[in-house]
Structure formats: structure tokens, C-alpha cells
């Protein structure tokens, strides 16, 4: 099984300030990888999947990079709707998933 | 747009069965194209990924987790469900439905039900 792991496991972030997030596999997984953003009470919602392409409808700001076993997810500029869980998940082998990062307000 | 829509019993008793049954619209479970995904989340935790089943049947489960789950597809309902035998209180988590394509990647998902096991 491909363990994923995220750090920091919480981010303390003002609006407007930019959010870098980490996700590092267990072994190479290419491109292999998505990220998702959950808020109190809701479903994940997809962001980036294979690494660096934004889902259909997801703002210019989030950002994905990376690739093998090393990814990050970029919010250049938190609006105050972004403040949430992100998950990455990888699609290599298996399905397995991240866990979590929250971006919390200073 | 697809839409899923979980539906269950909200609570069940140690060592029962738990049955949940995800119900789509806005597409067909029969057209292919899409894997019809269960996946868990303990209170407070991460997401943990438990299987997906094809229309034609075919179904894959996380090798990580004991076989005590089956899920299964009924096309005639636009439905696929999740039973789960033997249930601890390490089941109570909520209980989402989600869709993947081609790509693995969960594109579509529904609210989540959670599922409490209690006496």
C-alpha cells in the first residue's frame, strides 16, 4: 500500500497570505495524484488532479506541482472560503488518501 | 450533472449488518464510463477509500481493509449499495458515495450519512 503523508497537519494562515501545502508518497506515484478541499458538514470537493490541473470551475489560485513523491498545493492569495481541510490522494496504486491538512485563520 | 444521494440507518447495533444504498440522477449507473466508489470517514479523521463496483458488476475493494464489505450495483434503480457484516463501534464514521472516472480521481460525491454502532 502507498502511504501519503501531509504536512503541516494545520496551517495557521491570514487572509490574503499565500499556503503552501506538502503531500509526500510513500513511493513514486508519477503524476499520479489529487487534491481536495473539505469544509465542516460537506463532501471533499476535487481541486487539482494529475498533480497540476485544476477541476472544472476551481479558482486560478489554487495551484498544483509535483510529481514522483514530492507534490505541493498552492493558494497564492486565502480568501476567507478557503479556510478547510485538504486531502491529497494518489490513483497509483490503489486509491489511498492523505491525512489532511487544515488551513485554519490566524 | 450526476448527483449521489446516500440513504441508510443512521444507527446499528454491534455485531449487525449495515446496509447503505447510494441512489444516482442526473446520469445512468448502465452507460459505463464511471466507477461507483464507497468511502469512510471516522469522526475527526481522514478519508479512507473502501471499494468501487463497474456496471457490469465488477467490483474492487482496499486490499487494507478485512473483507467484512461487498458492494453491488443495481442498475434497474440507478443504485449501488454497501453492506458491512459484523459491525464494531470502529465502523461509526460518516459514510459518503462518490464517483470516479477513468482518471481515479473522485469527481462526484454525495453528502454522507453518518453511521453510528451503538447498543
Known amino acids: 500500500e502507498i502511504v501519503v503523508t501531509q504536512s503541516p497537519a494545520t496551517l495557521s494562515l491570514s487572509p490574503g497570505e499565500r499556503a503552501t501545502l506538502s503531500c509526500r508518497a510513500s513511493?513514486?506515484?508519477?503524476?499520479?495524484l489529487a487534491w481536495y478541499q473539505q469544509k465542516p458538514g460537506q463532501a471533499p470537493r476535487l481541486l487539482i488532479y494529475?498533480?497540476?490541473n485544476r477541476a472544472t470551475g476551481i479558482p486560478a489560485r489554487f495551484s498544483g506541482s509535483g510529481s514522483g513523491t514530492d507534490f505541493t498545493l498552492t493558494i497564492s492569495s486565502l480568501e476567507p472560503e478557503d479556510f478547510a481541510v485538504y486531502y491529497c490522494?494518489?490513483?497509483?496504486?490503489?486509491?489511498?488518501f492523505g491525512g489532511g491538512t487544515k488551513v485554519e485563520i490566524k | 450533472q450526476v448527483q449521489l444521494q446516500e440513504s441508510g440507518p443512521g444507527l446499528v447495533k454491534p455485531s449487525q449488518t449495515l446496509s447503505l444504498t447510494c441512489t444516482v440522477s442526473?446520469?445512468?449507473?448502465?452507460?459505463?464510463?464511471?466507477?461507483w466508489s464507497w468511502i469512510r470517514q471516522h469522526p475527526g479523521k481522514g478519508l479512507e477509500w473502501i471499494g468501487y463496483i463497474y456496471y457490469s458488476g465488477s467490483t474492487y475493494y482496499n486490499p487494507s481493509l478485512k473483507s467484512r464489505f461487498t458492494i453491488s450495483v443495481d442498475t434497474s434503480k440507478n443504485q449501488f449499495s454497501l453492506k458491512l457484516n459484523s459491525v464494531t463501534a470502529a465502523d461509526t464514521a460518516v459514510y459518503y458515495c462518490a464517483s470516479t472516472g477513468d482518471e481515479y480521481y473522485f469527481d462526484y460525491w454525495g453528502q454522507g450519512t453518518l453511521i453510528t454502532v451503538s447498543s
Open positions: 513511493q513514486s506515484v508519477g503524476s499520479y
Open positions: 494529475d498533480a497540476s
Open positions: 490522494q494518489q490513483r497509483s496504486n490503489w486509491l489511498t
Open positions: 442526473g446520469g445512468s449507473i448502465s452507460s459505463g464510463g464511471y466507477y
